[in-house]
């Protein structure tokens, strides 16, 4: 016997809110939408119609499974709109439309869905993005981890820009925007088994608006990525193995928070593989560098950036070398993957 | 085999302490360190205070220290 | 500070010009070994100044047949596994606690304390809590032992794998280990039972002992004390760790040791059988000792054709003459504990650095 479900209030989500009836009807209307704040969603089409102002896009896709959910300086909802964002920012595109997916599990609370959902509105309208097209599914108790969320986007390129691992040579310098490992520092320090309390914050920053400038007023530009997973380490082996070139980077110049240093420390972890939410690194030529510099460091989001050391050639095999603090040279190797607290 | 920090006791209730370094706030057990009082600062392994640390001797060599006033900044506000 | 490393430094070479001959140092510890390659230590060494990296590795030196009996017991439902992290990924004869942790009763925890704490809030299973390391974190595991014997925390136990140092160092050497010209002693270690616990080794076997802490210039400074002592013909006792160290040590965390454990003979992987380096509980505590409680006991592993960690432990070889090191055996796929180790030599040399 099917029974109609006035739009009473809800506190969890039910399975039902996933049904795509009535319940996921009032889910959309009553809290997606006004989340989101977004008129081209409330015609609710099965799939957005985008009007592109050039043939030439960018496209990716993440999924956010971040915990804990809620964090200092952002939530999972600000996390999946700068991580989409900065991904098509640093392959050299303006941001315009993003897809948002929800998998969320039965018994999640609805008030935390309202709190991400504002987080995701805010982000995106502050940034001058949309969201313009999405999807909920709800799955049982234990089959997804409260909430994931999935994201595709879609970014202009901007004309003339051309990014690639191709163009990356010798002397070219790597320079970034900031300071490294605050947001992996700040989700390890809230893990329930090593929880500590602290003045750590996550960086989870939308970086377009930055990058869109540098590419607009210096010529020399080759590649830019978001260190994020596997930290620094990864993104510059990733760059060691695709150019076949080495890196070398210098400790001094690494801008990092002392607090950042010290929760590390205590923990056993190597700073440089610690996730960046709200970083970049440039390569640019060596006459374009100061000119990068001086642009981000006149930028909120770029007021640390430095050099942090240059492309250089290989020996034997690609490697990143960093010179220490001390003036001794070291390998730094790709991350495993997981890091691990350690005591010993 | 030995990882271990210096941090300040900014808390101890019994053997029950709270120690911080650059505003990072870890419990910790004195029970190996029945000395220990509150301010000083102390190495800390696995959760537990082992030894008193020198603070003179150890601003000549560790880095994190050497900038003792930041150290101790613990002004802002805490989460978590 | 960079001051004081140059000075230091300068002065190692000095001593080393003098010395002309090799010299090796070993290090007994592997937060040692992490923190040389991490800072690029080895780097700015001179060329016949050779540093090797001892079985100091609490994780490398631990038998497979240890870690066999751990994973034997996260296969049960009615028993939780409290580890520190460094452990996770040791393997044993099949898979790791890495490869357990699906099973979701496998807890890394980041003291003893938390262990205890498991066994608290879970009074339907028994906690065993993966008790590895030497003296420095042999304390934390004696003060959770009487805790739960206090509170009668019947649930809780532990399978002890704490191992000494000092018999380490007199077994290395007693083999006629002519390699090691010094030693450079472990700061923490030394926190506890007292810089004097080596004045043993340097009376015995002439060989300086210097103890030094983790920081680089600390490092530099212990190295270069023993530069000194060696160009001057002399072998003795010194701390550059006063910052923490004393003569006699942490009396009270020394005491809990002896009123928790006793030592018996083990066997370390790599370097054998060493009398009276392993840690077991006294029969006073012997309810919370996990071997007793379930009836097993360690099976001496197998040794693993072509893995050469007992060497490399020994200061025998560096991890690049070991025939596995960067082939089949890489942090990505470890064989030997010396790889799986974030401090193991192997996966140090791989990670930080493959010239010196």
Known sequence: MTQIMRTSKHDRILLAHGGGGQLMDDLIRQHILPGLKNDALNELGDSAKLDLTSGSVCFTTDSYVVKPLFFNGGDIGKLAVCGTVNDLAVAGSKPVALTLSFIIEDGFEIELLDKILASIGETADRIGVNIVTGDTKTVEAGAADRIFINTAGIGIRLPGVELGFEKIVIGDKIIINGTIGDHGMTIISQREEIKFQSQLKSDCAPLADLTCELLANTSGIKFMRDPTRGGLAATLNEIARSTTLSVEIRENDIPIRPAVLAAADMLGFDVLTIANEGKFIVVVSPESADDCLSISRNHPLGKEAKIIGEIVETRDAPLVEIETRIGGKRIVQMPYGRELPRIC | ?80 | MLDRINKAQSDINAACEAIGRQINIMEVCGTHTVSIFRNGIRSILPKNLKLLSGPGCPVCVTDQGYIDVVLQLADRDDCIISTYGDMIRVPGKEGSLETKQAKANVKVVLSSEDALQLARDNPGRTVVFVAVGFETTTPATAVVVKEAAAEAVNNFCILSGHKLVVPAMRTLLSEKNDNINAFLCPGHVSAIIGYGAFAEIVEEFSRPCVVAGFEPVQIIEGLCEICRQLSAGKAELKSMYSAVVTEKGNIAAQKIIDECFEPVDGYWRGVGKIPQSTLKLKDKYGQFDAFERFGISEKPSEEIKGCRCGEVLCGLIEPPECGLFGRSCTPQEPIGPCMVSSEGACAAWFKYGRDK
């Not at chain 2, 053997?15 to 000083?40: C, F, H, Q, S, W």
């Open chain 2, 1 to 80: 085999m030995c990882l271990a920090i210096p941090a300040r006791i900014v808390e101890l209730e019994q053997d029950v302490a709270v120690v911080d370094a650059m505003g990072n706030r870890y419990k910790t057990k004195t029970t190996l360190l029945p000395e220990a009082r509150i301010g000083d600062l102390v190495l800390v392994h696995a959760g537990f205070a082992i030894s008193l640390v020198d603070e003179e001797e150890a601003k000549q060599t560790w880095q994190l220290i050497a900038e003792i006033d930041q150290f101790d900044d613990t002004q802002n506000k805490l989460s978590g």
